[in-house]
């Protein structure tokens, strides 16, 4: 390897403000070569993001970082304002995760990209124009001399991060730095974006830091990927050998908590190895892997389809305003068993569900359950009905209402329904906490006081307590870190054996769909376009957009 | 050009709105009227001191106050129709002329009071919000928390306290100096001194305001994805400021005057009471004084036209400072 | 004259973007039980509580400190403050008594900002949690209407309205009451729509609870921070607008309040600024206090977090 572009040594970050406190990097050290792609890996809050920051001094004044941080023979944690302005932009380019919000709202692209060379040059309006010009065809922005007019919220969330990635090459900069730069983004979207990403390092000669969560990402984009948990730096290793011979415990829970397309893992046939960090008095951390065994007196583990079904819903549309989003679909889940329904984001996934669980009412069609229908029936029946279906949404921070403590959260619903009784409350409260893993002092906290997976554990209590036959999980763990990710899937797997339930599972990811599900239905623009049992869908899918997925995921 | 179509489509919007309103406003206004106490003729008759049935009666008559209620509100709508509201008995002339004489004099004290708060506001707001909790922002933030509670009309009074009887320095009072007759820069000088006390007392308020919400864009906007972006490129410090931050604070700031607009009216009313500023406040409190209702009702109605109109030009500033902003 | 709360109106709007639950809750500011025991140990609220209830104090004991009508000639006219101990505020034109003048002044314009902005909000916060919670039809009338409400300069209405009804405490109360409605009914409505749309509600309803279940247990608690907020603001607000309204002389002609106050001190300006500058600044030293307290309770209910703004 030939010197180092970039030398990091025992960085430390201190945050110091009102919002935030503590050390979020402890000690990090690695080096990038020039044109040299290496990834940060790690689960939110690890410090990767920190660090990234910290590189190019964009962290708030009240922060306090210590080692060294040399760029090219300068220690960038020693330099000034205005040596520092000669770096940030011109030396070193940042890509952030929201397009959405890292352009200036008010000004045109085309502006925003010249005022680098604004800054950094003396080129004149017609140069820089040019320039632009040819920025823009470089990230492959269609119709450049139409769109350098374009506000950014005129343009799509892809093209915006292109426009911030033409930003950040202007200089043609000798380290790129991109931060999540894909997680905003649709899947098909997020290939086309790590591919410009490439191929932009490759005729620039860049360096490049890519910043991310998601493993096989990093295995595919990196030439070297450095594994960070609690702001250190747990391994580091050449991407190829990332899934096969990574050494450290943690990246290997982190392996195999994840699931993969193309493992052949199903929730029937084995549960996800969960990993447990534990912090030894020295501060030392060391992981535990464990893999559950599935539950020993397991109920009829392959449910037939052509048992008498739980839910029919016939020829539902759904309309906002003149847009119909769901469009004359029709489905069947069987009891016991777990539907998954993927699709694009937009497709209408998550309006049917909300229709399913009676917070939207169609437009036409019926929904049955149990045979009988919910929508016509009368008031006291439909409330019964309604009971019996339940839904876990997706966003653990933003459904369970924070003014309510835990205990008054799930023992309300009881009171509402009907059960007078507070000791008799209590005892199914605690009844609900232990089947979801939950401590029952829980019952006497705030939902601030948890984390985003013991929240998901309490919007599964939720879901439970009233003993329903049928949970819609929507998205219940795509906001969740993969080492979440595995309990709450297994915990989900457990609760349907021991329960019997049936569930609708809805997601946007192939392969935990392909992992948690017996059947698979593929939605697009409002209907259901293919539908199959799981293996069999992905073997040898029949329509266009299955294998679309199917690719994007690869 | 899409430009020019937002603006006139902007505009209809504002002048759609504008006819529900202002049939609203009339409508209550004229059944308020029927509330008060005493009419014009019972004014006229206590004023000359002399009140028989007999001249009452004439009087009611020759200003159709004899008329059945509907009748009367269909002809105070017809007179509408035809920009009439009315006649004021006292000035002897139509109530719309009367108004517009004094409209310009409230459009003035109200524009000059807006951009005195724009740009007072924008300074103070800056410089506190570049440094919050340094001692620029502290003094700053306790002064604007005071004029934030001061009343306008009040500390109006304690500027002619200080500035006209103490120091000598400007007019108490009026609009202009009677019975010179100025010209040129001694004319603007003139009706700026007279225009100084009124405007700074009508905004000192906003300022605090607009300080207040300045600071706040500006502390935002510290943390912001983009701002976070633009020092990425390398920006400097001032032009970062410049370029994005208060550029973008702008926006906003345009939205809050608008909706500030129906409150420096009444608050210019009050003003120009303690300041005797020849406008549509003055007006209000004579008629208020001599119960001349019809006037009041009049510069209700042409206050409500006056805030429409000042509201879409602010929409189209608006929809100018920030491309996101859709016409509704 | 002012629109007091529409900064805060759109402070706390932008306090409580999108996912400010969350952020509340996140930083340990969700807890209930707690929150009183917050409040009170913030400094601006306690200013503001401390200084607000010295005058409430002085108000109350008005008859006691100074008995009689303090309308009457109580002595020598135009005394300056402090010229005779026992006018230590002086007297005005007419030799009354400014000290009385001004602690029954206090008892007027008390009642009068405390039961418009009570008035205001009850009717302010029925029609905006209907327009809010309910949406549809029955939401697009209601906002045409406030927005009407908003294009009316709101003291020049005021002035109309007392004028024309005659000025009297209810007149002036119902006509503060009746312009300023709308400012925490536009409040309530946004954030009834945002909270209506949050996912807790949504789980809210998918277990089953009625609408006045979800609306007292689920959204009005958490509604609750910006509407006292915004409710200690519009009670500067009114208090304003009622000096304003007196000292144009449409208060009431029987009630000394500071408005009227300064209304009459205003003639002997040029001489005697102390009448105007004395009943001023109590009406300074109260609306300060409320403001600080609005301040307070904006720190501690609607802690600001970070990039929260998106602008449109």
């Known amino acids: 390897m030939s010197a180092p572009l970039l030398s990091v040594r025992d960085l430390t970050v201190d945050y110091a403000s009102v919002r935030r406190q503590g050390r979020a990097v402890d000690g990090v050290s690695f080096d990038i070569a020039p044109g040299e792609a290496v990834a940060l890996v790690g689960e939110s809050g690890c410090g990767k993001s920190t660090t990234a920051l910290a590189l190019l001094r964009l962290l708030p004044d009240s922060t306090r970082i210590g080692g060294s941080i040399v760029f090219d023979g300068q220690n960038i944690n020693g330099l000034d304002e205005k040596a520092l302005r000669q770096l940030r932009g011109r030396r070193i380019g940042m890509v952030f995760q929201e397009p959405m919000t890292s352009l200036n709202p008010v000004q045109r692209i085309g502006h925003q990209i010249a005022e680098v060379l604004r800054v950094h040059t003396n080129l004149g309006s017609c140069a820089r124009r040019a320039r632009v010009l040819e920025l823009l065809h470089q990230v492959a922005i269609p119709d450049p001399t139409r769109n350098i007019r374009a506000f950014p919220h005129e343009l799509s969330g892809g093209q915006r991060q292109r426009v911030v990635i033409a930003m950040a090459i202007a200089m043609n900069p000798d380290l790129l730095i991109a931060d999540e730069p894909t997680t905003a983004l649709d899947s098909a979207i997020q290939a086309q974006i790590l591919e410009l990403l490439d191929r932009l390092r490759r005729e620039l000669g860049m360096a490049l830091l890519l910043i991310s969560h998601d493993l096989p990402l990093v295995e595919q984009w990196s030439d070297r990927v450095i594994v960070v948990h609690h702001g250190q730096v747990m391994e580091e290793l050449p991407s190829q050998q990332l899934f096969a011979q990574s050494q450290h415990a943690y990246t290997r829970g982190l392996i195999n908590a994840s699931v993969r397309l193309h493992d052949d893992l199903h929730y029937t046939n084995g549960r996800l190895v969960e990993v447990a960090a534990n912090v030894d008095p020295s501060g030392d951390h060391s992981f535990t892997l464990t893999r559950p065994p599935l539950p020993a007196s397991a109920p009829a583990l392959t449910p037939s389809p052509c048992d008498t079904s739980l839910l029919s819903v016939s020829n539902i549309s759904v309309q906002y305003g003149e847009r119909r989003v769901v469009d004359d679909l029709s489905l069947r889940l069987g009891r016991g068993e777990t539907l998954g329904l993927v699709g694009e984001s937009g497709c209408g996934k998550s309006t049917l569900s909300r229709t399913i669980v009676g917070l939207l009412r169609p437009s036409a069609g019926s929904i049955r359950l149990n045979g009988q229908d919910i929508l016509n029936s009368d008031a006291a029946a439909r409330r019964a009905l309604r009971r019996r279906v339940q839904m876990v949404f997706q966003d653990p921070y933003a459904s369970l209402n924070p003014r309510h403590r835990i205990g008054e959260l799930l023992g309300n619903i009881l009171a509402f329904h009907g059960e007078r009784d507070p000791i008799q409350r209590q005892g199914e409260v605690f009844k609900v906490l232990d089947q979801v893993g939950l401590p029952r002092s829980a019952a006497y906290r705030w939902p601030h006081e948890f984390s985003g997976g013991q929240r998901q554990r309490i919007g599964i209590a939720r879901a439970l307590i009233l003993q329903p036959e049928l949970i819609l999980l929507d998205e219940p763990v795509s906001a969740l870190d993969v080492s979440v990710q595995a309990q709450i899937l297994n915990l989900l797997a457990d609760l349907k054996a021991t329960h019997g339930l049936s569930y609708i599972f809805i997601s946007h990811d192939l392969a935990i769909v392909r992992y948690f599900s017996d059947r698979v239905a593929v939605m697009h623009a409002g209907r259901i376009v293919e539908e199959n049992d799981a293996r069999t869908l992905l073997l040898a899918p029949t329509h266009a957009q299955t294998r679309r997925l199917i690719e994007a995921a690869h | 050009m899409t430009q020019s179509r937002r603006i006139f489509r902007s505009l209809l919007r504002n002048f759609l709105q504008a006819i529900p309103t202002i049939f609203i406003i009339v409508t209550l206004g004229f059944f308020m009227l029927q509330l008060a106490p005493g009419d014009a003729a019972d004014f006229m008759a206590a004023e000359a001191g002399s009140a028989t049935a007999e001249t009452m009666a004439q009087l009611r008559s020759a200003f159709g106050l004899d008329l059945p209620l509907l009748s009367q509100l269909g002809s105070y709508y017809a007179g509408l129709a035809n920009f009439s509201l009315g006649h004021s008995l006292r000035y002897g002339m139509p109530v719309s002329e009367l108004i517009m004489q004094r409209l310009p004099g409230t459009i003035t004290l109200m524009a000059a009071a807006i951009v005195l708060a724009v740009s007072l506001g924008l300074l103070a707001g800056t410089v506190m919000g570049m440094r919050p909790g340094r001692w620029p922002d502290r003094i700053l933030s306790v002064l604007s928390l005071l004029f934030y509670s001061v009343p306008a009309f009040w500390i109006g009074l304690m500027l002619i306290v200080f500035f006209s009887i103490r120091l000598g320095w400007l007019p108490t009072g009026g609009g202009y100096t009677l019975g010179a007759k100025l010209s040129g820069l001694d004319w603007f000088v003139d009706r700026a001194r007279h225009l100084a006390l009124p405007a700074l007392s009508l905004a000192l308020y906003y300022v605090a305001i607009y300080a207040r919400l300045v600071r706040a864009s500006v502390i935002e906007a510290k943390s912001q994805d983009h701002v976070r972006t633009a020092i990425a490129k390398g920006m400097g410090r001032y032009r970062l400021i410049r370029v994005h931050i208060l550029r973008s604070a702008l926006g906003p700031i345009t939205a809050m005057v608008g909706m500030h607009v129906a409150g420096i009216l009444g608050g210019a009313v009050v003003i120009e009471t303690v300041f005797s500023w020849p406008g549509m406040g003055r007006l209000a409190y004579e008629a208020i004084l001599s119960r001349e209702y019809t006037v009041l009702l009049g510069i209700l109605i042409v206050s409500a036209l006056l805030v429409i109109a000042m509201n879409a030009i602010f929409d189209i500033v608006q929809s100018l400072l920030d491309p996101r902003v859709a016409v509704r | ?312």
């Open chain 3, 1 to 312: 004259m002012s629109h007091n709360p529409d900064i805060n109106d759109e402070l706390a709007r932008r306090a409580l973007g999108p996912g400010a639950a969350v952020a509340n809750a996140a930083a340990g500011n969700a807890e209930p039980s707690s929150s009183v025991r917050r409040v009170l140990l913030n400094p601006l609220v306690v200013v503001g509580l401390t200084i607000l209830s010295a005058i409430g104090a002085l108000a109350l004991l008005a008859p006691l400190l100074t008995p009689g009508d303090p309308l009457s000639i109580a002595g020598p006219a135009r005394l300056w403050p402090g010229e005779i101990a026992a006018f230590p505020l002086g007297t005005d034109a007419l030799g009354r008594n400014v000290l009385a003048g001004v602690l029954h002044g206090a008892r007027a314009s008390i009642f009068v900002g405390l039961s418009a902005t009570l008035l205001g909000v009850v009717i302010g916060i029925l029609i905006g949690a209907v327009a809010g919670y309910f949406g549809g039809w029955v939401d697009d009338l209601i906002v045409r209407f406030i927005e009407i409400f908003q294009t009316i300069p709101s003291f020049v209405l005021l002035v109309v309205l007392v004028a024309f009804s005659g000025p009297s405490l209810l007149t002036v109360i119902l006509g503060i009451a009746l312009v300023s409605w709308d400012v925490i009914a536009r409040l309530t409505r946004s954030e009834f729509r945002r909270l209506s749309a949050q996912d807790f509600v949504s789980a809210a309803r998918v277990v089953g609870y009625d609408h006045s279940h979800i609306i007292r247990h689920e959204i009005l608690p958490n509604a609750a921070p910006a509407l006292i907020v915004t409710g200690s603001i519009m009670v500067a607000s009114a208090l304003l607008m009622e000096a304003a309204l007196s000292f144009m002389g449409l208060g009431d002609p029987n009630l000394v309040s500071w408005g009227s106050m300064i209304g009459s001190g205003r003639e002997l300006l040029r001489t005697h600024w102390y009448l105007t500058a004395i009943p001023g600044g109590f009406i300074v030293v109260s609306v300060l206090a409320l403001n600080l307290l609005g301040d307070g309770l904006n720190d501690v209910l609607n802690p600001r977090h970070g990039a929260a703004g998106q602008i449109s």
